[in-house]
Every structure is written in C-alpha cells, then in structure tokens.
C-alpha cells in the first residue's frame, strides 16, 4: 500500500453515468490486476474505494459510476491532484487462468476486468469476455476489451444491444477452462451457480479504511473471516459463504 | 525556545509522547508497522478483545457522515485465546513497548476472565476495560450506563489484575462524571473517553438504515468538542488519570485534550482516512508545542 498523489488528465463520461478518469502519478503499490484503490475527496470523511481498470507505469485508469456524494463530486473534476490509496486488496490471481479462461463483468463490475484480460491476452492466451448491461445506453468499453485481442459478447437485458439476457444466458455458449467475475450480487449468485469450473469473484462492501484496520467490511468465508478490503476483494468460489 | 518535552507518564508507565491510535483503529498493530515503524508510538490501544471469538454485525458497518464516519462493527475479534497464542506474538515482532490490552464483555465474569488472561502477558502494560461499546445488545454499553454497574466491573477486574486498570466510558449517558467517580472509587487507576456516539444515517434511494444494525457509533472530527467537554468534566472531578479521545486528528488537538486534562490521548477514525495520521501527529507535536510556547507536555495536563 502506498499513499500519494495522483494528477487528473482526463475524466471524460462513457455513458450518462459512467466516467473514465486518468491519472499520472506512482502505480508502484499496485502489484495485482483487480486491486482496488482508495480516493480522498475535498469535505468528504471516509475515502471512496474504486477498482482498478488498468494501471501502467505512472498512469492509472478508473471507470467510476456516480451512484453518490463521492462519486458524483469525482464527476465534476476536471483537474488538480487526488490523493489515493493505491495498492489495496489481493486482486485476481491469473496463475489459474488455463489457456482460455472466460472474464463476466456486469455494470460496473466491467472496470475490473479490464486489466487481467490484457495481462492474459498479452501472454497470449484465447480470452472470452461477456459483458452484461440492463440496456444499449449502458453498453462501454466493448471496443476497448476486443481491441485486446479478446472475445466480446455484449449482452444487454432488455435485448436492445447484443445477446438478449443475462451474462449467464452467453456463458453457456462459451467453452472456458476457469472464470473470473465481477458484478451486482445477484448477478455473481447466477454465476456461481451456472458456472461449470472454479473461478474467481469480486466483490464490494462499504469500507471504512479499505486497508484492514477497522473491520468494517468482513464477511464470513469457508476458511474463516475475512475483510473484503484485504484478504478480498477476491475470493474463489470455493471459499465463498452466500449469506444475503 | 530548546528542545521540547514529549514525555508523559500513565499510570507509572513513561510514555515518549502522549499520542495512542484508538481501540479499534489499529487492529493489533502489525498491519501498521508494514507502513511504519510503529515504535514511535507512545502506546497503542489494540482491538477490542472479548473471551470468545466474535464475527461481530452484518455488513453494510460503515456510514460516511458530515466530519465523521459511523460503525456497527460489534467487536469483531478472535477471542483471547487466539489474541494471546496468535496476534500478540506477531505485535511482539514490530513493537517493543508496552501495548493497552482493549477488553469488552457481556457478564462481569467475562471481563474478569479475559482481563486475567492479558493481565500475565508481559507485553500488556494497561489494560484499558470498555464499558462503553454501543454496537453490542446487552452488552458493553450496559456495565457503562450506570455507575453500580460500572463500579461491579471495575471492582472484579481489580480483583484478578496487577497492572493498571482503565475503564472506558461511553458519552451516551446522562452523567458521565458520576460513572468516573464510581469507577475510582471502585479502584480504577484510570478513565479514559469518550466512546463514540450513538448515531443513526438513512439511504434517501432505499429509505433504509444505511447500517444494518440500524444504530452505530458516531466518531471522527466532528465529536471532538463533545469528547473534549466529558475529558473536561472528568478530569477535574476524579484525581486518577484521564486518557481522552474523541475526534483527535491533529497535534493541536492533542495539546487541547491535554489542557483539558488529558494525560494521554487517543487517536481513533483519523487513523482510517490516513493510515499515517498517528505518525504525522508525533511528528509536528514539537512544531505546534514551540509554537503556543510549550516546553514540556506535562506541565500542561489540566492547567485549564
């Protein structure tokens, strides 16, 4: 974990909600693709946790949807220096990919993805994407994720754009030796439950540090508690105790 | 204006300056010495421990609030047993002063228990005894409402213990000097406060508690002046040290919770928003001290 300083060079919106910014400053703390990082926000209390949807060297990107205060006052930035936690949580372990493993983001889960999926297409493994939205106007990052080298289906709930469905309804067309997802919960519980292989979940929870002092966000796993903002966010599926 | 004089001493343990990140913000140490060397630290307060392990309450436990945060953590921790075999062999490897044992229970055997049992470890210099948690039912919170109970509790603690014994005090109470004075005469070599404040939030979109125990424990910049009055009241009402806290986020408030009556003073939430907030605080005591004309920290314990 590091704690610094990043420069804003862009924060552009995707969609009517989501937003992409782009920072320069020192990405040497982050080690794992689908480690997340925390932001510190002019008369906000608690920092903001976001993943991580690509980090280079001294550049890192967030796509961020504005769902509250925090977010929404991240929208409205257009420059000037954040300071960010970097560095947090276990993040995807891609030494179990196989040679064609298969990504599943939903929403705002997509951002995740992004990063492992260059890692593997780069190393030039056969990668499947499905990306789940409720409807067309949601739809980002397709071109950016087939750009990698990727396979990409889309699909969109009410059957406006892409396969009609869920990302579950496109998971069973696709051939996969392990799975990494993230995504809203019941979405996550679908594929677990449709999921052929073992794999590797994402998951979020209020956070009050986002480092692992304060407990705020522990869940009950098979071996044992653990905190989602340090043992997590990711767990395996065969560690994961549903309890909502 | 020379060098400047951090030292304080609680309880008959000399400390190299006053500052101690609080129960509950620092885990049992070790995570933090990954980021820093934690021995600058005059003590710190390490996580609050009952007898048997505890998950604590459903998650969401966290709520953002204007200039401070709420939780319902509920005393997550492993159980003195696994506190004992496990994390305070750990702490041993990074920290090599004395550490304030936290301890919560739900009887006045419970605190007698885990209390005896962190009384004979070596590391334990005080063990600072919370009957103040608001996030546990029947619990905690009840052995601090009232001074008979608090004073029960103190007197069984007493009764298995060698070393200093600091009682923690919630604010939620209509006389919190009553409550301190009780404990004293119960023994107690120490008080220390506030706990948080009862506090609620609600989610405008789901028209829910945004906590799901509903209530939780309000703390973070915005209670310092709450917590600084209690620290106030108490201290000029009881002859045994104060520790205070509430809010602590900067060296100015430390030397204000010392004017106070303060003898030493706890650092809570800032430690979650910087995770270096403790470390930063040590370090420009001296600055602010030369700065208001302070030479040494002591001198200033309760002089208002």
């Known amino acids: 974990m590091k704690q610094s300083f990043f420069e804003i060079k862009e924060n552009t919106p995707l969609t009517a909600s989501v937003y992409k910014m782009v920072l320069a400053g020192d990405t040497s703390a982050i080690t794992a693709p689908g480690q997340f990082v925390n932001v510190k926000l002019d008369g906000l209390f608690l920092r903001r946790p976001i993943s991580v949807c690509d980090a280079g060297e001294g550049e890192l990107t967030l796509l961020y949807k504005v769902v509250g205060r925090g977010t929404e006052q991240m929208s409205q930035m257009t420059s000037g220096k954040l300071d960010v936690l970097t560095g947090l949580g276990n993040g995807y372990d891609l030494s179990l990919a196989g040679d064609h493993p298969v990504f599943i983001g939903g929403g705002v889960g997509v951002p995740p993805m992004y990063m492992p999926v260059k890692m593997l297409c780069a190393r030039g493994k056969e990668v499947s994407v499905i990306l789940g939205f409720n409807t067309k106007d949601e739809v980002f990052y397709e071109e950016e994720f087939r750009a990698l080298g990727a396979h990409v289906t889309v699909t969109t709930v009410d059957g406006s754009y892409g396969t009609k469905g ?48 304060c407990m705020g966000c522990s869940c009950k796993t098979v071996t044992g508690n653990k905190r989602i903002c340090k043992e997590g966010p990711v767990l395996t599926k065969e560690d994961i105790i549903w309890e909502k | 204006m020379g060098e400047v004089n951090t030292k304080v001493t609680l309880c008959g343990i000399e400390l190299d300056n006053p500052v101690i990140p609080a129960s509950g913000t620092f885990g049992y140490g070790y995570e933090f010495a990954e980021l820093y060397d934690i021995n600058c630290l005059g003590t710190f307060s390490f996580k609050g421990t009952t007898k048997d392990a505890r998950f604590g309450n459903p998650t969401p ?47 006045v055997e419970d605190y007698a228990y885990t209390c005896e049992r962190l009384d004979k470890e070596p590391q334990v210099g ?24 608090a004073a029960e509790v103190t007197a069984a603690v007493k009764k298995v213990t060698t070393k200093p014994v600091i009682i923690k005090l919630s604010p939620n109470v209509t006389d919190v000097v009553s409550i301190a004075k009780a404990c004293e005469a119960a ?35 915005a209670i310092f002046p709450v ?60 600055r602010v001290m ?15």
């Not at chain 1, 069973?172 to 030796?177: F, L, P, R, W």
């Open chain 1, 166 to 213: 869920f990302v579950t309804d496109a998971l069973k067309d696709v051939d996969y030796t392990y799975f990494y997802t993230c995504g809203p919960e019941p979405m996550l519980k679908a594929v677990y439950r449709a999921s052929q292989t073992s794999g590797q979940f994402s998951f979020e929870e209020r956070m009050g540090c986002g480092f692992g002092a």
């Open chain 2, 61 to 107: 436990r966290i709520a953002e609030c204007t200039a401070g945060m709420i939780n319902a953590v509920g005393l997550q921790n492993p159980g003195v047993d696994k506190v004992i075999s496990e994390e305070l062999p750990k702490l041993a490897q990074c920290f090599h002063k004395p550490v304030m044992a936290n301890v919560s229970g739900f009887s």
């Open chain 2, 126 to 149: 005080w063990l600072e005894v919370n009957v103040s948690c608001p996030n546990v039912h029947g619990g905690g919170m009840s052995f601090g409402t009232s001074p008979e109970a």
């Open chain 2, 187 to 221: 023994g107690a070599d120490g008080i220390s406060l506030i706990n948080t404040l009862l506090g609620m939030r609600i989610d405008l979109r789901t028209k829910k508690p945004v906590i799901a125990n509903t209530m939780g424990g309000f703390s973070g910049a």
């Open chain 2, 227 to 286: 917590a600084l009055r209690m620290v106030y009241q108490v201290a000029h009402a009881v002859k045994i040290p104060v520790v205070g806290m509430g809010g602590v986020s900067t060296a100015e408030d430390v030397i204000e919770m010392m004017l106070a009556g303060a003898t030493a003073v706890e650092v809570g939430a800032a430690n979650l928003i910087d995770p270096f907030a403790s470390k930063k605080i040590i370090e420009d005591l001296p």
């Open chain 2, 290 to 304: 030369k700065k208001y004309g302070i030479g040494s920290l002591k001198e200033i314990i309760g002089i208002v």
